[in-house]
C-alpha cells in the first residue's frame, strides 16, 4: 500500500477564494506530480518536481502553482479559483532509482468551484 | 516520447482473457512498455512493465514483439472488478530530462457477467 496522502478529499468553493490541495508523500520519493483529470476524461499533467527546489510546468497549462521545500511535501495553489478549476486533482510520487519508476497515487482532490 | 494509440474500449465476460493491444510506432531504444490501471474517482495504479519479449506477474503478462512498436497486456480470466481504464505508457525510465510520461486516455474495459 502506498503511503501518498490528499487532503481535502472533497472541496466545494466559491469563486475567487485562494485554496492550497495538500500532497505528502512517506515513501522518500524524489520525484512528485500533480494531474487534473475530469469524470472520465484523459488524466492532464500539469506539475512536477525532481526533487526540493525543483518544479517543472506539465503538458497542460495550469493556473495553479506548486512548491516543493521538503522531499514529503508537493501543495498545489490556486490564488484565485474559478469554476473552469472544477475537476479532479491528483498527485503522485516515483523513485527512479528503485528501477521501474512506478508512480504511487493518492486518492484525489475532487474540487467545485462554485 | 514515443505516441501511444490504444483502442478506446473493450467489452469482455467474466471468466474471459482479454487481450489489449498498444500501438507506439516510434518508440526509442531505451524506452520501457509500462501499463497502468484505473478505476472510477481513484488514481491509476501500475500493472506492469517490460522491455522485450514477455513478461508475467500475479495480475497479467505483457507480450513485447521484436520490433517493439507494439505491445499486448493480457489479463487471464477476467472478472468483474477488472471493468477499469488501461493506460499504455511508453517511456524511458528514470527520465531527468524534463519529457515526462503522459497517460493518454486509455482503454476502457467492461466486463460483463
Known amino acids: ?114 | 516520447l514515443a505516441k501511444t494509440t490504444q483502442p478506446i474500449s473493450m467489452d469482455s465476460y467474466e471468466g474471459q482473457e482479454v487481450n489489449i493491444t498498444c500501438s507506439h510506432n516510434n518508440i526509442a531504444t531505451n524506452d520501457y512498455i509500462t501499463w497502468y490501471q484505473q478505476f472510477p474517482s481513484q488514481g491509476p495504479r501500475f500493472i506492469i512493465q517490460g522491455y522485450k519479449t514477455k513478461v508475467t506477474n500475479e495480475v497479467a503478462s505483457l507480450f513485447i514483439p521484436a520490433d517493439r512498436k507494439s505491445s499486448t497486456l493480457s489479463l487471464p480470466r477476467v472478472s468483474l472488478s477488472d471493468t477499469a481504464v488501461y493506460y499504455c505508457l511508453v517511456g524511458p525510465l528514470n527520465n531527468n530530462a524534463g519529457n515526462m510520461l503522459t497517460f493518454g486516455g486509455g482503454t476502457r474495459l467492461m466486463v460483463k457477467p
Open chain 1, 1 to 114: 500500500e502506498a503511503d501518498i496522502y490528499q487532503t481535502p478529499r472533497y472541496l466545494v468553493i466559491g469563486t475567487g477564494k485562494k485554496i492550497t490541495l495538500e500532497c505528502s508523500q512517506t515513501m522518500g520519493h524524489d520525484k512528485m506530480y500533480w494531474y487534473q483529470q475530469d469524470p472520465g476524461m484523459e488524466l492532464h499533467l500539469i506539475h512536477y518536481s525532481y526533487g526540493v527546489n525543483s518544479t517543472e510546468k506539465g503538458d497542460l497549462s495550469s493556473e495553479s502553482t506548486v512548491s516543493r521545500i521538503r522531499t514529503e511535501h508537493f501543495p498545489l495553489t490556486l490564488e484565485s479559483a474559478r469554476p473552469s478549476h472544477t475537476s479532479q486533482y491528483l498527485c503522485a510520487s516515483s523513485e527512479p532509482a528503485a528501477g521501474s519508476d512506478e508512480q504511487y497515487f493518492g486518492p484525489g482532490t475532487r474540487l467545485t468551484v462554485t
